[in-house]
């Protein structure tokens, strides 16, 4: 069993950063695959990007590469997402999750759920 904690949202300006954090209990953190959605008002959640066991291995959904970075320092049981050029199109509430079948890709169907963390952003 795997519970996860998100913090690090907020309100910010549009080209601004923010740092998200999900925390983990459990000793198996470093033997699954984790990663980041968001639900925008009124949408569906979507994959945001995800990190492999290693961190060797990671991927992004097309409107994020190249702004955000996602990593995990299993010592720790944390991940983290950097969130950099943010857009208003980015306000949503994050979600960290983990699936415990998988040490590649957080895949579509997570089985462990943070709360979300909401990340606001301003024109």
């Known amino acids: 069993q795997v519970q996860l904690v998100e913090s690090g949202g907020g309100l910010v300006q549009a080209g601004g950063s923010l740092r998200l954090s999900c925390a983990a209990s459990?000793?198996?953190?470093?033997?699954?695959?984790m990663g980041w959605f968001r639900q925008a008002p009124g949408k569906e959640r979507d994959f945001v990007a995800s990190?492999?066991?290693?961190?060797?291995?990671?991927d992004y959904t097309d409107s994020v590469k190249g702004r955000f970075t996602i990593s995990r320092d299993n010592a720790k049981n944390t991940m983290h997402l950097q969130l950099n050029s943010l857009k208003p199109e980015d306000t949503a509430v994050y979600y960290c999750a983990a699936n415990s079948k998988s040490r590649y890709q957080v895949g579509v169907q997570p089985d462990y759920w943070g709360q979300g963390t909401q990340v606001t952003v301003s024109s």
């Open positions: 459990g000793r198996t953190f470093s033997t699954y695959a």
């Open positions: 990190i492999s066991v290693t961190g060797d291995k990671t």
